[in-house]
């Protein structure tokens, strides 16, 4: 992974544990900086911390509240953005309550388009970047009582397409990273649980992830050498879309 982002620096949201944080940790790895936004400081700052390197820095905002967002990212400098906040809940649809839907899609959808808007100054700045959206397989194919969230996630693989279409004049690419179940610490229990083995089943590989194995794929869609493709989503699954 060393020196595929030497000079680069990333914007990740989400950035504090879970998948964000994992991503931030192969963005220094990697050679990049990391810019890690999220809500929780302390949390944040003990990410960054840990990570190699001494060029990161944090930035702290809610990505559901645009202004703020727009404020605290205004004359920052970064060359990518890994947009990855996000949150889930498990209903049916018809079942969902109402401030439920409210806040995931104020997160997910909304939260993932302040960024990207809040973002491309910067990126025009640059003379151009990448931006990776994280979406789902869910995104593609629901599941029972998932609905919310794959609704978001599907919102976001068309997201995707229209900023690429839109942002290419200006030199930067936007694609999507669509990961299956991934196992970390704040869904290790719901995974392991008799309702995770069944899932299992769904996986062609009959088995989730580990945060290791989206990072190929996430290094592939942030390496400047990448630089004709867009408008993509990648789907790391185990081959749970490709199955009925």
Same mark, same amino acid.
């Given at each position: 992974m060393t020196g595929q982002l030497n000079g680069k620096r990333i914007l990740v949201t989400g950035a504090a544990r879970g998948l964000g944080a994992a991503f931030c940790q192969t963005?220094?790895?990697a050679g990049g900086s990391v810019l890690a936004l999220g809500r929780d400081q302390h949390a944040l700052a003990a990410m960054i911390k840990g990570l190699p390197g001494d060029s990161h820095d944090l930035v702290i905002a809610d990505? *559901?509240? +645009?202004?703020?967002l727009s404020a605290q990212l205004?004359?920052?400098r970064f060359d990518?953005?890994?947009n990855n906040a996000g949150i *889930?809940? +498990?209903s049916a649809l018809h079942e969902s309550a109402e401030d439920d839907v409210r806040r995931l899609i104020d997160i997910n959808l909304l939260g993932s388009l302040w960024t990207l808007q809040a973002s491309v100054p910067a990126l025009k700045a640059a003379g151009g970047g990448v931006i990776v959206n994280i979406a789902s397989v869910l995104g593609h194919r629901p599941l029972p009582h998932t609905g919310i969230y794959a609704m978001s996630k599907a919102a976001i693989i068309q997201m995707t397409r229209a900023a690429a279409l839109e942002?290419?004049?200006d030199n930067i690419r936007v694609n999507a990273l669509a990961p299956g179940y991934v196992i970390t610490d704040l869904n290790r229990d719901f995974l392991t649980s008799d309702a995770g083995v069944n899932l299992q089943k769904r996986t062609a590989l009959r088995r989730f992830a580990n945060p290791a194995e989206l990072m190929p794929a996430l290094l592939f869609l942030l390496n400047p050498a990448n630089s004709y493709m867009t408008g993509e989503t990648l789907t790391i699954d185990g081959g749970m879309s490709a199955s009925l």
């Open positions: 963005i220094a790895e990505v *559901a509240k +645009s202004h703020q205004s004359g920052q990518g953005l890994v *889930a809940i +498990s942002l290419a004049r």
